[in-house]
Structure formats: structure tokens, C-alpha cells
């Protein structure tokens, strides 16, 4: 296992969130994972600062909305940890070390944005010639995320990624404690 460093810097953020060129078998994939999925899009400008970077178009039914998320490395190769981003805080303006304000927050993180046009949500990691995948369904991410983010901050620490005049803040949780925290909302006994 190498140096463990900062898990993302402001190049990787780049790739993070404007995204890396997808082999076609990811894209059908995810059109056969869906479904009655015929096409996949490139969703407009407009769609894509709302949270949707392809659509998956459906036969007789409306389009399913993708956001994709890209590790521009693999953690598990770099840091030993199978870990996703939680992104807590898009905007930050305050003094750059820990703890970090609440005062200071100035726009909610991707993850915990309830107002996020996604449907599925595709993390991807680089892995030999290929990329690894895991899609979510993005409103249970969002909940769990919002239910455990604070707790999530204190066990794996959340992360500045510098941008020209503020920080993202993001915490790299162990994607098996993610899919436990969903697990939570999509599974059990109701009185």
C-alpha cells in the first residue's frame, strides 16, 4: 500500500465532476439494467447543473436521469479502502482547517442536495484498463447520506478540495457502510 495522501486535489475534483470518457459497455450496461432502457444520452447543459449527465431513454416511459461521479484513482489500490465521496459542502468560506463551521457552509454538497434531479447515481474508479462501477439509486443516497453524514464526518474526517476562493467538503466513507445505511430505509418491519 502506498503513502496515504489527500484523496482528491483540485485536478481530480475536475475529473470528479466533469467526468471521464466512458467505454460504450458501461453506457449499454446501463441501458440493459434498466428497465424497457433502448438509448443513452448526453443530457444537456442545463439538465447537467441539475445532477443529470446522461438520460436513459425507455420505451412508453419518461427517461431516467444519470449523474456520474469518477474517481480519478482507485482507493482501494492507493489507500487500501473500497471508500465513495460524500460530498457534504459544494461551498465553504471560512477558515480552511478543522472543525469546520456550520456558519461557513454556505452551499449543500451534491450528496445531501434534496433538490438534485437524479434518479441513478454511477460511481466510477479506475481499475487496470477498465473502470469499476456501483449505481445507486440517488434519492436513498441523498437520505442516508443526510441521516449519517454527521457521524460519517467524525469517524472518516470530511476533506477540503481547494477550488480559487473556497473548499468542497467531502468525506470518503467505505462504500460497505454506505450500502448498510441504505439497507435502513430499503429494508424492514413497520408497525
Known sequence: MGKRVEPHDFVERLQFTEGIKH??????????????????????????????????????????SVDFKNRGICPIKEFGSDDACIETTSVYRGPIKEPWLDEYREQVGWTLNMKKRTDLLVYTWPKETQRRFWILYFPFLCEASRRHWKKWAEEYRERPAPNPSYVTLSIFVPRIVIASAIRELTNGAVD
Open 23 to 64: 467505454d460504450k459497455a458501461l453506457f449499454d450496461h446501463l441501458v440493459a439494467a434498466v428497465p424497457s432502457g433502448r438509448a443513452i444520452r448526453k443530457a444537456t447543459e442545463a439538465a447537467d447543473k441539475h445532477g443529470t449527465d446522461y438520460w436513459i431513454d425507455r420505451n412508453g416511459l419518461p427517461p431516467i
